[in-house]
């Protein structure tokens, strides 16, 4: 999705940037946390549109 399509500009990332910048945190006692884990571990839901 680019940011000029028909839905608009947005200033937000899409999500499938997120998911892929996910795979490559720092090794930090946040990331290393459940629920940090939990909130990228499910591509279908972060990816839904």
Known sequence: MTPMEKAG???LPHSDEDLERSKSVPDTPQTRAETYRLAW???D???RR
């Open 41 to 43: 571990n499910d591509p």
């Open 9 to 11: 500009w947005t200033p």
């Open 45 to 47: 839901f972060m990816t």
